[in-house]
């Protein structure tokens, strides 16, 4: 077997591998259906008897040229792209989990994703058991149940920015015959490639840091195709059973180990329809031809940035994994040697109150709801996405009054110093 590719090389040529005579850039199949000879051709597509194209919401050609780099990129066996990071949370975990089952989930997590675990899965009869992720393996197991179907973590938090300790979560899935979700959207695969650490399925919104840019809203799923789904085969019949929707195929013995994501295209993708459009795959593409270049930059920049606020004699703390001292750093050390990623958060010593005008002194870093974009940008959580909570609500969120996020650009870092200078002045 040929050495795998580096990231680099995969960043820019991954995915789209033109044959003679076609084209260098990948190109936008804007078509929401697909032609064929004869209607037999047709039936063994929709029997999953061929593999093939024929209506843009379950596969289109542009999407899985992007796909198939994530997952490239990832180590995976297998990916699919959706149309944002909340539709590949939910897939990842709709794929495997109905009413009656029960997921245990790392508290450290996006807003978002938080309500689609806490709140809308709940109505779906699948329930959540939320743990510190700094909690002992011990302390984790007391969460699993009999119904327990998969373990759920991000690589770094969002907002929270807690480093997640890959291995101790793949041992205690795994000690449960379940297997570990992780949403590697910060670190991406340049920083971290959860699979070689026994994450069995990683999510991403590509919305972040892989578009790059702020210009398409997306995400993708990759599956390792390490978890071996029929040594449990009660647990996950969706899987190991017959589907009678497709004749009565059964997933791992057709497909292997792209039985996960044929099963998350074939069934989910078909009746819930959350594609990408081809053009934002086209967008999400180039960003990713640059995306090692800026996973640097972003972290260089990032280091920089929370140096100097943490020398600073304004500013009360500073949280970035990237920082020694921090409590993620030696974490971020084993799983990201390279880098974490650009996002920090930091308080200011005259509080809450402060925050605010601070922001509003910015000039060259905005205030926009939004991290991993070549642009700098600033948040205050508790004057905007949570701004409806009282200061108690707030703590319990895990969210400080006073926290200010920023996601470091790829800027100069000397012109986004002088900004934070004069704004602190
Ligand atoms: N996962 C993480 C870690 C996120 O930060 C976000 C959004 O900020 C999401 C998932 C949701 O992604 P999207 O906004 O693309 O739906």
């Known amino acids: 077997m040929s050495e795998p590719r580096k990231r680099e090389t995969i960043c820019v040529q991954g995915g789209w591998e033109p044959k003679k005579g076609e084209p260098r850039v990948l190109p ?57 990071g909340q539709a590949a949370n939910f897939y990842a975990i709709f794929n495997i989990c109905s009413a009656g ?68 979560f793949a041992n205690i899935a795994h000690k449960n015959g379940v297997p570990l979700i992780v949403d590697n959207t910060f670190p991406t695969p340049i920083h971290c490639r959860p699979f070689e650490w026994g994450a069995d399925i990683v999510t991403h919104s590509t919305t972040k840091y892989m578009d790059g840019h702020a210009m398409s809203v997306g995400g993708a799923i990759v599956d390792s195709g390490n978890f071996d789904w029929n040594r ?39 009746d819930l329809g959350s594609i990408p459009s081809p053009m934002n795959a086209f967008l999400l593409n180039i960003g990713l031809e640059t995306l090692h270049l800026r996973m640097a930059r972003h972290c260089e920049n990032a280091r920089v940035v929370a140096e100097y606020l943490q020398n600073h004699p304004k500013v009360s703390w500073v949280n970035y994994p990237g920082l020694p001292g921090n409590p993620g750093y030696e974490l971020a050390r084993k799983y990201m040697p390279d880098g974490t990623c650009g996002v920090l958060t930091f308080g200011l010593k005259g509080g809450r109150e402060e925050s605010v005008p601070f922001m509003d002194r910015l000039r060259l870093i905005a205030i926009v709801t939004h991290v991993a974009d070549a642009r700098s940008c600033v948040l205050h959580p508790a004057s905007h996405t949570h701004r409806q909570m009282s200061e108690k609500e707030l703590l319990e969120a895990g969210v400080q009054p006073d926290l200010i996020r920023i996601s470091v650009g790829i800027e100069n870092s000397e012109d986004l110093i002088a900004d934070i200078r004069q704004a602190l002045q």
């Open 28 to 84: 936008i199949y804007q078509s929401t259906t697909f032609k064929y000879d004869t209607s037999e051709q047709m039936a063994r597509l929709f029997d999953l008897e061929d593999s093939g194209y024929f209506y843009s919401r379950l596969q289109n050609p542009t999407n899985d040229a992007v796909a198939a780099k994530i997952t490239e990129l990832e180590g995976g066996a297998a990916g699919m792209l959706t149309s944002s």
């Open 101 to 168: 089952d029960h997921v245990v989930s790392s508290v450290a997590l996006y807003g978002g994703t938080y309500n689609l675990f806490a709140v809308t899965l709940k109505k779906l009869g699948i329930e959540f058991t939320f743990v510190d992720p700094q909690a002992t393996e011990d302390e984790i197991q007391q969460a699993f149940r009999s119904n327990t179907k998969a373990l759920f973590g991000e690589t770094i938090a969002n907002p929270a920015l807690t480093v997640l300790d890959l291995q101790k």
């Open 232 to 270: 449990y085969p009660d647990k996950f019949p969706g899987l190991t059973t017959p589907d009678a929707s497709y004749h009565g195929l059964i997933y791992t013995e057709a497909f292997g180990k792209a039985a996960y994501i044929t099963k998350a295209t074939a069934q989910l993708m078909r």
